[in-house]
């Protein structure tokens, strides 16, 4: 069964930063491009950002480039989000997400970050 | 840079009716990525088409998909009270991956 299990969320002051962690099991990690990809409460889902199977192929969307970070790793079988110069904005719950084709077959639970002062 | 508009934004029916969501992309884009996702309150989304029309692993065939270029349809035929939720249409294209904005399905 494939889980994709988030943490490292949590409140953080503007400006401050934060390291979201992925745990994955279930499947060949090292074989799928990954992603994350946020969600404001109460609002839709936001593709954030992504990495190629590899690690050696990432993107982002515009808000984020320069100030986030996708990396993983494969001895682990994590991915990551290295969450820098953080914005009231960026207050979503951040979902782990694989993709297989252009969609998103399995999703994690979840983690909350919340940008406040 | 792709938009993706659904319609309506809510949609209230009976058990038994069948449902028709609607999802529009501002240029033409290629089923072959285009999704939909379920969202249930407190949930993560649960895939439910891929590619325009193929159903996901374990979804019930009372979900179809259907469209192409700019126009595409999910449409749930049969509702049950248990698809009450949020449905989202995906696109992949050039490094991005918009979602739409989201339609809203209530069961009466």
């Known amino acids: 069964e494939v889980q994709l299990v988030e943490s490292g969320g949590g409140l953080v002051q503007p400006g401050g930063s934060l390291r979201l962690s992925c745990a994955a099991s279930g499947f060949t990690f090292s074989s799928y491009w990954m992603h994350w990809v946020r969600q404001a409460p109460g609002k839709g889902l936001v593709w954030v950002s992504r990495i190629k199977t590899d690690g050696t192929y990432t993107n982002y969307m515009d808000s984020v480039r320069g100030r986030f970070t996708i990396s993983r790793d494969h001895a682990k079988n994590t991915l990551f989000l290295q969450m820098n110069s953080l914005r009231a904005e960026d207050t979503a719950v951040y979902y782990c997400?694989?993709?297989?084709?252009?969609?998103?077959?399995?999703w994690g639970q979840g983690t909350l970050v919340t940008v406040s002062s | 840079e792709i938009v993706l508009t659904q319609s309506p934004g809510t949609l209230s029916l009976s058990p038994g009716e069948r449902a028709t969501l609607s999802c529009r992309a501002s240029?033409?884009?290629?089923?072959?990525?285009l999704a939909w996702y379920q969202q249930k309150p407190g949930q993560p989304p649960r895939l439910l088409i891929y590619?325009?029309?193929n159903r996901a692993t374990g979804i019930p065939d009372r979900f179809s998909g259907s469209g192409s270029g700019t126009d595409f349809t999910l449409t749930i035929s049969r509702l049950e009270p248990e698809d009450s939720a949020v449905y989202y249409c995906q696109q992949h294209t050039n490094s991005k991956y918009p979602f739409g904005q989201g339609t809203k399905l209530e069961i009466k």
């Open positions: 997400v694989r993709s297989v084709n252009g969609s998103f077959d399995s």
């Open positions: 590619g325009a029309f």
């Open positions: 240029q033409s884009v290629s089923s072959s990525y």
